[in-house]
């Protein structure tokens, strides 16, 4: 192999569409910024998508149950040695992604004789403004990108493919972002852009500006069909761990089902 660049290059890329076709399935993530907070929103699977990382950091993912807790505790390790050997405002989302999980990614990609990671996801910082708000989109390759403060406010959107990101970041930019205020109107976003990211592939894509939910997709908005978990700016002041799960009426939805 070593031989033979070009068959390491050939079995990297089967690795490439073997990922990705198997990531195929996957319901998107969406993470939200505004003034109470962060909110992380996705559609409720066996496992959890939706993880607490440090007193200020969540992580959003799609992908295979084991490989995300394999980058969950990778995570979690990294941010609490930082804030051991430096402090609590040391550990940072940027620091997490450059030095401890991008790393571990590219490594475990390039290993072709090793089971690769199914794996893509978004890790959030929670700062004192939504303005200052940090997000990190991470690839299974080990590739990572940052997320605009400005576009943490219109939402950040991971989903099966690649490019859903930056088809949302183009559609979303055509519009004025929601206010954001509450809870409840960044629930609303979130529940909104997760519907407009769930359309087929093989149809015609509805723009962001003219989409609207369907009858059936509102009436599913339940809180026992989505995952969310949201890092409070208010809990983050009062010294408390900002991530909370909040209750169904704060975010403005019915209950579950009976």
């Given at each position: 192999?070593?031989?033979?660049?070009?068959?390491?290059?050939?079995?990297?890329?089967?690795?490439?569409?073997y990922i990705?076709?198997?990531?195929?399935?996957?319901?998107?993530?969406?993470?939200?910024?505004?003034?109470?907070?962060?909110?992380?929103?996705?559609?409720?699977?066996?496992?959890?998508?939706?993880?607490?990382?440090?007193?200020?950091?969540?992580?959003?993912?799609?992908?295979?149950?084991?490989?995300?807790?394999?980058?969950?505790?990778?995570?979690?390790?990294?941010?609490?040695?930082?804030?051991?050997?430096?402090?609590?405002?040391?550990?940072?989302?940027?620091?997490?992604?450059?030095?401890?999980?991008?790393?571990?990614?590219?490594?475990?990609?390039?290993?072709?004789?090793?089971?690769?990671?199914?794996?893509?996801?978004?890790?959030?910082?929670?700062?004192?403004?939504?303005?200052?708000?940090?997000?990190?989109?991470?690839?299974?390759?080990?590739?990572?990108?940052?997320?605009?403060?400005?576009?943490?406010?219109?939402?950040?959107?991971?989903?099966?493919?690649?490019?859903?990101?930056?088809?949302?970041?183009?559609?979303?930019?055509?519009?004025?972002?929601?206010?954001?205020?509450?809870?409840?109107?960044?629930?609303?976003?979130?529940l909104r852009?997760?519907?407009w990211a769930?359309?087929?592939?093989?149809?015609?894509?509805?723009?962001?500006?003219?989409?609207?939910?369907?009858?059936?997709?509102?009436?599913?908005?339940?809180?026992?069909?989505?995952?969310?978990?949201?890092?409070?700016?208010?809990?983050?002041?009062?010294?408390?761990?900002?991530?909370?799960?909040?209750?169904?009426?704060?975010?403005?939805?019915?209950?579950?089902?009976?």
């Amino acid at each position: 192999m070593i031989e033979e660049p070009y068959r390491w290059l050939e079995a990297v890329q089967n690795r490439r569409e073997y990922i990705e076709d198997q990531l195929r399935g996957a319901a998107p993530v969406i993470a939200v910024s505004g003034e109470p907070g962060i909110l992380l929103l996705a559609g409720k699977a066996s496992t959890p998508k939706i993880f607490e990382i440090y007193d200020h950091l969540a992580l959003g993912a799609v992908g295979h149950p084991a490989d995300l807790e394999k980058i969950r505790q990778t995570a979690i390790e990294a941010a609490h040695v930082e804030g051991f050997s430096r402090s609590r405002a040391d550990v940072s989302a940027r620091r997490i992604v450059s030095y401890g999980l991008a790393g571990a990614l590219k490594s475990a990609f390039e290993q072709i004789f090793a089971a690769p990671l199914l794996f893509r996801g978004i890790l959030v910082e929670l700062r004192e403004s939504p303005s200052a708000d940090e997000g990190w989109i991470l690839e299974y390759d080990g590739g990572y990108a940052g997320v605009e403060p400005e576009q943490m406010v219109r939402g950040a959107l991971i989903g099966a493919r690649k490019d859903l990101a930056a088809l949302w970041r183009e559609e979303s930019q055509k519009v004025p972002p929601p206010s954001g205020k509450i809870w409840k109107e960044l629930a609303q976003h979130a529940l909104r852009a997760l519907a407009w990211a769930s359309q087929e592939e093989g149809e015609k894509r509805v723009p962001w500006a003219e989409f609207l939910p369907s009858k059936e997709w509102n009436e599913s908005a339940r809180s026992d069909r989505f995952e969310v978990g949201v890092l409070s700016r208010e809990a983050s002041a009062g010294g408390g761990p900002a991530f909370l799960v909040p209750e169904a009426e704060q975010l403005g939805w019915s209950g579950e089902k009976e």
